[in-house]
């Protein structure tokens, strides 16, 4: 169970920001388009074999060629005075306890190269209107991080939203990589970008929650970026997502519609929305497409 | 077995440079455990190890299959007079890498194992009546002379995974075996695909004649031969009932696809008559 390094970066003092595949790939996207456009380059890989099965097995000529397996790779770029390592991994594992080795082996990096804070990024599933301007759900591993995460553009507290009263809970890497860097004593903040409930569970991304994810990042980073490409691939995901609208029945595109005066933190609620309506339009939205989009 | 190890080996046999045999129990036709309990049967093996269940199988609860409580098997057997350790096991459910490279550590650390076969049936859509098709994969060009004569065409065989599936357990085997330099050679026959999930007597004749004149092993094949012939008669049966099912096999047999609907159609049938 190891890391491969490619190269020694040379680094003493850094921040990490982590990303799996998720719901929306809204992590992935994020943290995937920041390492693009600061250009980080790539340092170190863990070595899968003991995470993952293999994804594929090319054969040449009645000889094995290769077995390909999922990727977890580093990139390191340093911006002005700070030191940013990105961790990008291309699959969970599968079993709990493979996930807390994995989780352990990348803060095993982080620490190595004088770690100090750990971002993740995913995505909150949420009774949004995919019209509106995905919300960034925050939650950090420590007390004293609350201030800052409450200063972040565009971004409530997960523990304060609709009468949460502080409880909840992150899944998957993103939440466990956090409370084993809160043991080994690592600040730790999860960013998770809104996606509406009904789009949760299309095969499709959700970019516009991965902008906003990026902003916070930049925010924090004080960096300036041109996220119009993001803006681009939001454009063609919105197109996919306006076919299918157009093809939900009038009555329970109403009831979605309602969404739009609906604020996840409850300062923008406009509009009587219950908790058991959303679980309805949810449950109707999920039944029409599994009759195959007929009403 | 000794605490932190995963294998627990009964008996150390009296080997030379043994090769390692290795199938699966959840294999298309039921070919590699068939394989490796026919060799076993006619070579007189003996069982002299096996892996720790509980390191690479979960264990909440069991399964149930012709009404009957499974439980996860990973045995090697060795018979000596042939040089060979013959390995059968089911699919691991996690630390698959660990499960091959301790596979590995018994044959060729404990036993000295010089070279690993894996077996295996491929779904093919093909008549049950057509002659088995061999291809084989090996880690390293060399080996491919071993194959000529079973696989004349080995040099042609090119392969990706296809997008959605996964790469077999022997192809993984084999990649483990490749980095520890150990010679690897994957053989497969085709199983037609309406007898996958029932037991293809002729594509173990197949393999079984292959290992046979590989390892110069004697053995006789009547038995198999009795099988198959038992096989065809009870599908001509079948066919004879149902005049659908005639026409499915006789267009298999002039090389014409079936729909899907009548693939499935096929396979059930043909399984249920002969479960």
Known sequence: MGVSFLKEPGIEKSEMIAAWPGIGNIGLIAVDTLRAMVEADQFAEIEPWDFFYPLSVTV????????????????????????????????????????????????????????????????????????????????????????????????????????????????????????????????????????????????TSYPRASKSVVEVLAHHLQLTLDLSNLDNLAGQVDETIEKIYEQIPPEMRQRIDQLKSVGVSGEEAQGPITEDEKRRIVQNVDEFFKKGGKA | MNQGEAFKIHELPRLQNPSLIVAWSQDAGRLGSKVIDLLNRKLGGREMGELDASAFFSLWGVQIEDNVIQFPESKFYSCETRDLILFKSDSPAQEWYKFLNTILDVAVLSCKAKQVFSIGGFISSMAHTSVRRTIGVVSRPELKEFLLEDVPDIDSLEYQTPLGGRPTMNSYLMWVAKRRDVSCINLWSEVPFYLAAAEDPRACKKMLAILDRKFKLGITLDDIEDEIKSQNEKIEELKARNPDIARYVEMLEKGIMLNQEESEKLAKDVLDFLS
């Not at chain 1, 094995?64 to 397996?69: E, H, I, N």
């Not at chain 1, 995505?123 to 591993?141: D, E, F, L, S, Y």
Request: hydrophobic share 40%.
């Open chain 1, 60 to 203: 040449k000529n009645g000889e094995l060629a290769s077995l390909d397996f999922p990727a977890s790779r580093f990139y390191h770029k340093r911006i002005g005075e700070k030191d940013l390592i990105f961790f990008i991994g291309e699959q969970q594992p599968a079993h709990e306890k493979k996930g807390y080795q994995l989780a352990s082996l990348v803060l095993d990096v982080a620490l190595r190269y004088g770690c100090q804070r750990v971002y993740t990024c995913g995505a909150a599933v949420a009774p949004i209107h995919h019209t509106m301007r995905p919300k960034v759900w925050a939650v950090p591993n420590k007390t004293g991080l609350l201030p800052e995460v409450k200063s972040y553009p565009n971004t409530v507290l997960l523990g304060e939203i609709e009468g949460r009263s502080g409880q909840g809970s992150v899944t998957g890497l993103n939440g466990l990589l956090l409370g084993i860097a809160r043991a080994r004593g690592l600040d730790g903040i999860s960013l998770l970008g809104e996606i509406p409930v009904y789009i949760s569970q299309f095969p």
